[in-house]
């Protein structure tokens, strides 16, 4: 009975150490290939912008100075209202240019009344000079006199004009519409005509400048792809937008005017002016932007997240692809400027291609990879979202996505 029962826990062990061996060599097996996040990069229509400082400028500026001399009697208008083309907006003492009017007309009609005498002698010359009865001479004399009475009658008249001009002049008005500053000069102040010291600044503020630095390189390279054909406006004037001082963005956008014909010596840019509505007053002159200016539209450009972008010892920008062997490759880029969370890549890759996004760190050249699509919207500690594995073959972090084709 004892050897029985012996036999019996034997066979009951047996089998259980050839479970324990098999759990043994399971754990033992090697895992698959690690699991990667990627991308595949295809071309796409990409607007191009550049970001740079500015300042705002009025779109007209006049300072107001006084033509004539006197003393000012009184202010017409309130510092800081808006102001319209012709408004008087000062008065300066018009007495000494009444007076003026009056003797230039007086000296017109005494011009006027000379005339009539001259051409009644120079008729009565006429006839007596045909019958002999005068000298010849005498004659030409009259004819001459005559002349000169036309004559003093148009400088007269032209005094007496010149006379009411000072005489309106001593209205200041606006010579354009627009927000008037703050007054220089005050009641009973002396002001002379051609003074230095304008009596205030007026200022158009709508539509306004922005007046913007730009690198006379970076222009020259945006020329020449425009003329390559690389980029396109569609027809357009490139358009601007605006970034005020608080991080707010102007809500009207901008048109680019022109761009200075020259190039500042001593910071080698050049000045960009683009025009802006102002209907609501908000962009004052000197305020500082930054303008985002829209170069045009590339339309086969590749974008590729910046995350997936790394530096080689020379600083050259490379990303990892998964080739058509599913093994992993390195490539060299040009990537010359961002655009928001991607680098903008023109050369190092073709259209399709996979790049690592995930799970790349501990990867080398000629290492067999599996693909799955990147979700740029899962939580990830470094893997590929959903991803089995990681570049070090680590455990699973979630549910196996659909394998990037």
């Given at each position: ?152 009658v148009a400088a007269q008249q032209a005094a007496l004009r010149s006379a009411q001009i000072d005489l309106s002049r001593t209205t200041v008005r606006a010579p354009i519409s627009g927000r008037i500053g703050r007054s220089i000069a005050t009641t009973g102040a002396l002001v002379t005509a051609g003074q230095t010291d304008p009596l205030t600044t007026i200022q158009r503020l709508d539509p306004i400048y922005v007046d913007v ?26 358009r601007v937008q605006l970034r005020l001082e608080d991080g707010s963005v102007y809500p009207i956008e901008g048109t680019l005017q022109f761009t200075d014909v020259s190039v500042d010596p001593a910071t080698g840019t050049q000045t960009i002016r683009a025009r802006f509505p102002n209907p609501r007053g908000l962009l004052l002159p000197g305020m500082y932007v930054r303008a985002e200016l829209i170069e045009g539209t590339q ?107």
């Amino acid at each position: 009975m004892l050897i029985n029962r012996f036999a019996a826990a034997a066979m009951l062990v047996a089998p259980l150490a050839a479970c324990g061996g098999g759990k043994e060599q399971a754990q033992q097996q090697p895992a698959g290939p690690p699991q990667v996040g990627v991308v595949a990069v295809k071309s796409e229509a990409v607007t191009l912008t550049t970001v740079l400082p500015g300042r705002t400028v009025a779109y007209e500026t006049s300072e107001v100075r006084p033509q004539v001399n006197g003393l000012i009697l009184a202010r017409l208008f309130t510092e800081g209202d808006q102001v319209t083309k012709g408004q008087p907006l000062y008065r300066i003492d018009p007495q000494p240019y009444v007076t003026q009017v009056a003797s230039a007309r007086a000296a017109l009609a005494r011009a006027q009344s000379a005339i009539a005498s001259s051409a009644a002698l120079q008729r009565r010359y006429g006839e007596l000079v045909k019958i002999n009865a005068i000298a010849k001479q005498d004659y030409e004399n009259a004819i001459t006199s005559a002349a000169q009475a036309r004559a003093d009658v148009a400088a007269q008249q032209a005094a007496l004009r010149s006379a009411q001009i000072d005489l309106s002049r001593t209205t200041v008005r606006a010579p354009i519409s627009g927000r008037i500053g703050r007054s220089i000069a005050t009641t009973g102040a002396l002001v002379t005509a051609g003074q230095t010291d304008p009596l205030t600044t007026i200022q158009r503020l709508d539509p306004i400048y922005v007046d913007v630095p730009q690198s006379s390189a970076d222009l020259l390279a945006l020329r020449q792809k425009i003329a390559a054909g690389d980029l396109s406006r569609g027809g357009q004037a490139a358009r601007v937008q605006l970034r005020l001082e608080d991080g707010s963005v102007y809500p009207i956008e901008g048109t680019l005017q022109f761009t200075d014909v020259s190039v500042d010596p001593a910071t080698g840019t050049q000045t960009i002016r683009a025009r802006f509505p102002n209907p609501r007053g908000l962009l004052l002159p000197g305020m500082y932007v930054r303008a985002e200016l829209i170069e045009g539209t590339q339309g086969d450009a590749l974008l590729v997240p910046q995350r997936a972008v790394q530096r080689d010892e020379k600083g050259n920008p490379t990303v990892m692809v998964v080739g058509a062997d599913n093994k992993v490759q390195m490539r060299k880029l040009t990537a010359p400027r961002t655009i928001g969370d991607n680098w903008l890549v023109t050369a190092g890759l073709k259209s399709g291609e996979k790049v690592i996004v995930e799970g790349g760190m501990m990867l080398r050249p000629g290492m067999p990879v599996k693909a799955v699509a990147w979700n740029p919207n899962a939580k990830s500690a470094g893997q590929p979202s959903g991803a089995q594995g990681s570049g070090q073959g680590g455990g699973n972090a979630g549910q196996p996505q659909q394998e990037a084709k």
